[in-house]
Structures are given as structure tokens and as C-alpha cells.
């Protein structure tokens, strides 16, 4: 199942999709400002370029695994996204992605490479596969 990742951030999210067999993550890019009318008209034609059969959003919980206001914020614009999209919309959590990202050397953003480790981590929860 090919999935889409989403590392939201209010001025930059990343993007990430997986192969059609879902194992393997890549970066995407960035969407600017997703919240704004630009912003949400490129996320809904990476969606119809990809085609994902699912998006996942990272959920940004404290490392206590409590829901701070970052948590709230995308939690309504996952909310907003199922109302766009045609296609489940899961939120998953992604402690420690930015982290990594900042660890992984490669051409793409920050944002995109977080994305993808955020998928690698859902990819290899959802399969039962340690991460």
C-alpha cells in the first residue's frame, strides 16, 4: 500500500511517500504555509500525484507522550485534511524524527527528510517489523 507521510509544521511541512509495496520511504519536498489556499492546493496535487491509499500526520507529542498545544494544533488540520482528502487520514507519532533528520545527510530539506523518517517509522510499525 502506497502511503503518503506528513511532518506538519505551520510555515513548513514535510512530505514523504513510500513505494507502492510500502517499504521504502523518500523524501517528497516541502509545502509552504500549508494551512493557507496555496499551501492546501499543492498539499491536494502532491495527493493526486502520488496517490496515496492513505496519509499518515506526524503527532508531535511531549517526550512524556502528552498532547501540548503543537499536538492540538495538527490534530485539526489532520481533522481538515479528512475532509479534503478521500483517503484515510492517521495520526501517528513522530518524536524524534527531526532528530534524526538532522542526522541523515542528503540532498533534500530538514522537513522532507523528517517526513520520510516518520514513514519508515509507520511503515515499520504497521507491518509488525521492528523499527
Known sequence: MKVMALDYGSARTGVAVSDPTGIIARPVGVVERVRSDAGIAELLR????????QVIVGLPLTLRGARGEQARET???????RGLLDV???LFDERFTTDLA???????????????????????WSSGAPA
Open 46 to 53: 502532491l495527493v493526486r500525484d502520488e496517490q496515496p491509499e
Open 75 to 81: 490534530e485539526a488540520f489532520a481533522e481538515k485534511l
Open 88 to 90: 484515510p487520514v492517521l
Open 102 to 124: 538532522q542526522q541523515t545527510p542528503s540532498d533534500s530539506s530538514l522537513d522532507a527528510r523528517a517526513a520520510a523518517h516518520l514513514l519508515s517509522g509507520y511503515l515499520a
